[in-house]
């Protein structure tokens, strides 16, 4: 699997037939598992695994010593001759402040496996066509003001892919990428990672129905690493 796109219109249509059943209140992270799952699984059969150890951040939270947070782990792998083929992470839309960051960390968690691992890696985002209207809005996540070449942090199946430079010195995005790395305390980053492919499905009219998101996260070529500070408080 090289796209994102057949994946997203499942989850798009799955979560429809569930609004029209009446079953959106219940909508969650977690109630993403069942179409997901169903769909990797009908592709790769007993390879998929869910809640897989993240191996790359698993080393290095051994290597770290005991008692050092919870175990890292992906929310869909399929592993084929010990290496991640294919790994899927999942984030459902909300109004949390902490959104963009946590989708950035999301993205870096998928680019490890992407550079160690040659996965194909993808973000799933979900959730009320308000919620992601609400998310795309943000300054922190628009495309710097005054700045013509510059690019929203989340790609468009229009606009095409988008490097993010995690070690920039553009006030416009370093706040948001300074919190998203220090949530890897010691772990070699990419500087670099690409978000490639990207497919939306929104299959309802009304801003309460839902919509799914989806990406490709990349390693780049010739990668470089570097090792991100704590983000203060603020």
């Known amino acids: 699997m090289r796209n994102p796109t ?8 799955w979560l429809h037939f569930e609004t029209r059943c009446l079953r959106d209140e219940l909508f969650c ?22 809640e897989f150890a993240h191996p790359v951040l698993e080393r290095h939270r051994n290597a770290a010593g005991p008692g050092r947070g919870d175990k890292p ?24 402040q902490h959104l963009a960051e946590d989708i950035l960390a999301d993205c870096i968690r998928l680019e490890l496996l ?19 209207a609400e998310l795309v809005a943000k300054p922190s996540v628009q495309a710097k003001p005054g700045h013509p070449r510059s690019t929203a942090l989340l790609p468009t199946p229009e606009r095409g892919p988008k490097v ?14 300074r919190r998203a790395t220090a949530r ?22 009304r801003k309460v129905h839902c ?19 704590h983000a203060p408080a603020d």
């Open 29 to 50: 992270e977690a109630y993403l598992a069942y179409p997901i799952g169903q769909f990797l699984h009908a592709r790769y059969g007993n390879a998929l695994r869910t």
């Open 211 to 229: 919509c799914v998101y989806g990406i490709q996260v990349e390693s780049l070529p010739g990668r470089t690493t570097f090792v991100a500070p």
């Open 6 to 13: 057949e994946m997203v219109e499942a989850v798009a249509c």
């Open 184 to 205: 890897f305390p010691g772990v070699p980053l990419p500087e670099r990672l690409l978000l490639s492919k990207a497919a939306f499905c929104a299959p309802g009219r």
């Open 164 to 177: 993010i430079t995690l070690t920039t010195r553009s006030k416009h995005w370093e706040r948001l990428y």
């Open 114 to 132: 992407a550079a160690e691992h040659k996965a194909a890696a993808f973000l799933i985002l979900a959730g009320q066509q308000a919620r992601f």
């Open 73 to 96: 782990r992906v929310d869909f792998a399929v592993v084929e001759q010990d290496q991640v083929a294919v790994a899927v992470e999942t984030k459902w839309l909300s109004r949390s």
